[in-house]
Structure formats: structure tokens, C-alpha cells
């Protein structure tokens, strides 16, 4: 979407117009500060290494070959694994939280809410798959958040993540099998398809 615009703004950025990457880091701040979010589960950690990303992206731009997006998603990308490896233990979400935090953490769910029981399903499947991305694989979590939260394709997550498409694909399936299961096992995935199996009978 924004692919020509990018390029426009980081040759400015290359020849030294400062405020062509303050818009690019503008533009792509949230989606930084989310995938160190949902990989992290600490907000304020998560802001930090999102920062450093973006200082690091500065520096190295001169190096930047493709596109902006998925270079810059590798940076971030890269940057919570070293803070993984440095924990050497499976991140946990904050108690610091805030309610917006925990909403980023959550996959999007397509919105479909008709009535405040349906609002509150899906609040709580959203709560439910912000724990479950925490029990899973940090390698898994990584690609299922770049695959379906940042709709990058398996060519781009392969670049980001250093795998071949293959294994992105694998990881992928796995990823969304256990939280597919995890959904069930809480009763609210078959509960959710069951009231917008009955809202659309009764559209007919």
C-alpha cells in the first residue's frame, strides 16, 4: 500500500532530510510497538526495543535493499529474539498492562458483533488468544503474529526470520492448530460460530 511512498521517503531520509523518516517511523510505530508486544508481553519493554529498532533502522539505512516494511520488521523482529535469548525464559504478560495493551496483544478477530453477548465473546476470545500466544513456541508466535496480525506473506516472514517458506509454513500450521485448540478447549470458538451461524438465519 504504501510500497512507492516508502521508497520516496527513504531516498529523502538518505539524502538527509531527517523529517522523511520521522514520517516513516509514524507510520510504522504501532506496528513495531505490537510485534515486540505480542513477542515480549511487557508493554514498557516493548516500547523500548521498539525505539531501539527504529534507531537502529536509522543508522543502517544506507543497507536497506527491497522494500521498507518487511527490512524494518526484520530489525524488530531481530531485536526480540536477542532480548529472548538474553531472558532465556518464555516472556509473560505484565500485570502492568493497560486494556489497550491487552487488545494489541490479541489476534484480530473480524468484528461482527451485533449485540453486547457477542461483544463480550469476543472480548473474551481476544483475552483468551493474548494468554495462549504465550504458551506457545516463541518461533511459533513469532510467525503467526507476522502471518496473520501483520499480513506479511511466507516470502517476507522467510526473509525476516531466516527460514525457508517451508518451515514458515510448518510452524504457521502448528501455531494456529494449538490455539485453534485452545479456543475450543475454552468453549468460546464453537460458541462464537454458533451465534453468527444464528444471526445470519436470521438475516435471511
Not at 522494500?67 to 529472548?84: H, K, Q, S, T
Not at 500485570?95 to 468484528?111: E, P, R, S
Not at 469476543?122 to 503474529?145: D, G, H, K, N, Y
Amino acid at each position: 500500500m504504501y510500497e512507492h511512498d516508502d521508497q520516496h521517503l527513504v531516498n529523502a531520509a538518505l539524502n538527509g532530510d531527517s523529517e522523511s523518516f520521522n514520517r516513516l517511523v509514524d507510520r510504522y510505530q504501532a506496528r513495531a510497538y505490537g510485534l515486540c508486544l505480542r513477542m515480549l508481553g511487557d508493554a514498557d519493554h516493548a516500547a523500548d526495543v521498539a525505539q531501539d529498532a527504529f534507531i537502529s533502522a536509522y543508522r543502517h539505512l544506507p543497507s536497506l535493499r527491497g522494500e521498507f516494511r518487511p527490512w524494518l520488521m526484520r530489525i524488530v523482529a531481530n531485536a526480540c529474539r536477542d532480548v529472548l535469548r538474553s531472558q532465556k525464559r518464555r516472556p509473560s504478560v505484565s500485570l502492568d498492562m493497560t486494556n489497550d495493551d491487552d487488545d494489541a496483544l490479541a489476534l484480530q478477530i473480524a468484528d461482527t458483533a451485533a449485540g453486547p453477548e457477542e461483544q463480550l465473546l469476543r472480548r473474551e476470545m481476544q483475552q483468551t488468544i493474548a494468554t495462549a500466544l504465550f504458551t506457545i513456541p516463541a518461533e511459533q508466535r513469532e510467525v503467526i503474529v507476522l502471518s496473520d496480525i501483520e499480513g506479511l506473506s511466507y516470502q517476507e516472514i522467510a526473509e525476516i526470520t531466516g527460514i525457508n517458506i517451508g518451515t514458515v509454513k510448518s510452524r504457521l500450521n502448528r501455531a494456529r492448530m494449538r490455539l485453534r485448540e485452545l479456543l475450543y478447549a475454552a468453549e468460546l470458538l464453537p460458541h462464537v460460530r454458533r451465534l453468527t451461524s444464528e444471526q445470519t438465519n436470521q438475516g435471511e
